[in-house]
């Protein structure tokens, strides 16, 4: 199925590449952030519903801007909830403004979850088409094979699952990566190499998914993003059964809190130079994504880990291959002259950037 969307991704690509071409021709600031957001809440909503919903097209109201949902979503995710510690202490969530915030986003999502659901239960009384996420969903439905409740609500609560899970995640940690590259131009300048030795097509052309298998380098820079910026730095698991841990009886019920940041930065199993950003740590080694080495868990571990790891990855090493190979770039210079971007983060259940990344790209392919 992820293969299946590799035209998508091209074409999606290519829409953000006519617009970073723009920038670097006028030589303007472009708020990458802002773009690799769109990107990837595009790329999703034509995956999962068979179209864009973003504020770029022309009769879709604020109501329905995916960008912003998802991104108030996550906001509101990462706030303190008091009352779920101290139940006692449930009313200074209402006064705080929280409970009301939870409640007008998730009206939102509701009525923009509805109108995709509807618009596709429309469309498949007319056609025969089963190209999208929804669709598929929809004919479950009409198949009824699934011996237990399947209606709009479990329809809209998977397709707000791939939503919550895809978007903001791919977003950050392309984010992550283009920042750390800007911090470490030695690094950029291997990256390029790597992608001009796999990449087969001429100058000009969009590096494609095949060739991106091969470029070792660019994946160790990801899985080094992804050790030091991991998007979801927070894990949550709830016990099932009461258990025995090191002598301590931890009670079924208790909210297990696992700090994946803190673990992949620990200086005892990375070694000395944890803290640092060098992609070459992971050229030699078998560290792998599925949460079976547990000094490393981006994606989480065991049965509820990620099913989205090859989705994220295969969206973030083409887009980043086809960044990196056509332009160079330049962070925005800052009152004190320095040109690197800063490392702050913002607040949230997914840690992207405090500040977006402003940039200065030129045309690389000029230059060779
Ligand atoms: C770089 C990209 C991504 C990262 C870093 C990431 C990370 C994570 C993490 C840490 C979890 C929690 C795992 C656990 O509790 O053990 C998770 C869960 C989840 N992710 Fe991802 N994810 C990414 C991309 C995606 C994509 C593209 C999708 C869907 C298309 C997705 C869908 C989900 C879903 C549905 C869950 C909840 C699974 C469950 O609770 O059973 N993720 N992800």
Redesign the pocket.
């Known amino acids: 199925m992820v293969r299946s969307f590799e035209k998508v991704r091209e074409e999606e690509i290519n829409v953000m590449m006519e617009k970073v071409e723009k920038a670097a021709s006028s030589s303007s600031p472009l708020n990458l952030s802002g773009l690799l957001s769109s990107l990837t809440s595009d790329l999703?909503c034509r995956i999962a519903l068979g179209r864009k919903y973003s504020s770029d097209e022309e009769e879709v109201s604020n109501t329905y801007n995916v960008k912003e949902i998802v991104r108030k979503t996550m906001e509101l995710s990462g706030s303190f909830p008091l009352g779920e510690y101290i139940p006692s202490l449930a009313w200074i969530d209402t006064i705080r403004g929280v409970d009301d915030k939870v409640e007008e986003v998730s009206n939102k999502i509701d009525s923009f979850l509805e109108k995709a659901v509807q618009e596709h239960v429309a469309d498949h009384a007319d056609k025969e088409r089963s190209d999208d996420f929804v669709d598929i969903l929809v004919s479950i439905q009409r198949e009824k094979t699934m011996g237990f409740e399947f209606g709009n609500s479990e329809i809209k609560n998977l397709i707000l699952?791939?939503f919550l899970?895809?978007t903001a995640?791919?977003f950050t940690?392309l984010e992550w990566t283009m920042t750390e590259l800007m911090r470490h131009p030695e690094c950029m300048k291997k990256l390029k190499d790597d992608i001009y030795s796999a990449s087969t097509t001429t100058a000009k052309l969009y590096v494609s998914e095949e060739e991106v298998a091969n470029m070792k380098y660019l994946k160790a820079v990801i899985k080094e993003v992804?050790r030091l910026h991991?998007?979801?730095p927070i894990?949550?698991?709830g016990l099932c059964e009461d258990i025995k841990l090191k002598g301590y009886d931890i009670a079924e019920g208790t909210l297990v809190i696992i700090n994946?940041w803190a673990i992949q930065r620990d200086t005892e199993t990375w070694g000395a130079d944890a803290e640092e950003f060098r992609p070459e740590r992971h050229l030699d080694t078998l560290v792998e994504f599925e949460?079976q080495d547990f000094m490393y868990?981006?994606?989480?571990?065991?049965?509820?880990?990620?099913?989205?790891?090859r989705?994220?990855?295969t969206?973030?090493e083409v887009t980043l291959a086809n960044l990196v190979k056509r332009f160079d770039w330049r962070a925005k210079v800052k009152p004190l002259g320095d040109d690197k971007p800063d490392l702050a983060e913002a607040t949230g259940v997914d840690v992207c950037r405090k500040f977006p990344l402003v940039v200065f790209p030129s045309c690389a392919l000029f230059s060779m």
């Open positions: 999703i699952d791939v899970g895809g995640t791919t940690l992804l991991p998007p979801v894990i949550l698991r994946a949460g868990i981006p994606f989480g571990s065991g049965r509820r880990r990620c099913p989205g790891i989705f994220g990855l969206m973030a």
